[in-house]
C-alpha cells in the first residue's frame, strides 16, 4: 500500500470537520431555544409592576384593557411578537381567541384585587405569540 499516510490524514481531517460542525449546530440550536424563553420569562415581572401599579389595577377590575394593553405594548419593545389581553372571572378558564398552528404562545395570569376590598377579583391574563 502506497501512501498509507495520506488516506489517514484526509480521513483525520473529515472527522474533525464533522466534529467542529457538530459543535457549532448545537451552540447554534442552544442559542435559539434561549431567544424563545426570554419572553416568556419577561412576562411575570410586568404583571407584577401592574398589580402594583394603582390606576391599572382599578382599571383592571372596571373590565378596561386600554391602558394595560398600551402599558405592556411599550414595555415589550419586539416588534415580531403581538399579544392579547384578556380579563376573566377568577373560575373563567380564559382561553386565547386567536387560534394560531405552529406558533410558540406564552401565556400568564395573575390575580387582580382591590386593596379595600369592594369589588370582586380579576384575572388578568397575558398571552405573548410570534406574528405570522
Given at each position: 500500500m502506497?501512501?498509507?499516510?495520506?488516506?489517514?490524514?484526509?480521513?483525520?481531517?473529515?472527522?474533525?470537520?464533522?466534529?467542529?460542525?457538530?459543535a457549532v449546530l448545537t451552540v447554534s440550536m442552544k442559542a435559539q431555544s434561549n431567544k424563545s424563553g426570554d419572553i416568556c420569562d419577561a412576562l411575570y415581572p410586568l404583571l407584577e409592576e401592574i398589580a402594583k401599579n394603582t390606576s391599572l389595577r382599578s382599571e383592571i377590575l372596571n373590565n378596561q384593557i386600554s391602558g394595560t394593553k398600551a402599558f405592556l405594548e411599550k414595555r415589550i419593545k419586539n416588534p415580531s411578537i403581538d399579544l392579547e389581553v384578556k380579563i376573566c372571572v377568577l373560575d373563567d378558564i380564559c382561553p386565547?381567541?386567536?387560534?394560531?398552528?405552529?406558533?410558540?404562545?406564552?401565556?400568564?395570569?395573575?390575580?387582580?384585587?382591590?386593596?379595600?376590598?369592594?369589588?370582586?377579583?380579576?384575572?388578568?391574563?397575558?398571552?405573548?405569540?410570534?406574528k405570522k
Open positions: 502506497v501512501n498509507k499516510k495520506g488516506w489517514i490524514r484526509i480521513v483525520e481531517a473529515v472527522i474533525s470537520i464533522l466534529i467542529v460542525f457538530g386565547h381567541s386567536k387560534m394560531v398552528d405552529n406558533v410558540e404562545v406564552c401565556a400568564s395570569e395573575r390575580v387582580i384585587s382591590s386593596s379595600i376590598g369592594n369589588t370582586e377579583p380579576k384575572k388578568l391574563k397575558v398571552f405573548l405569540f410570534n
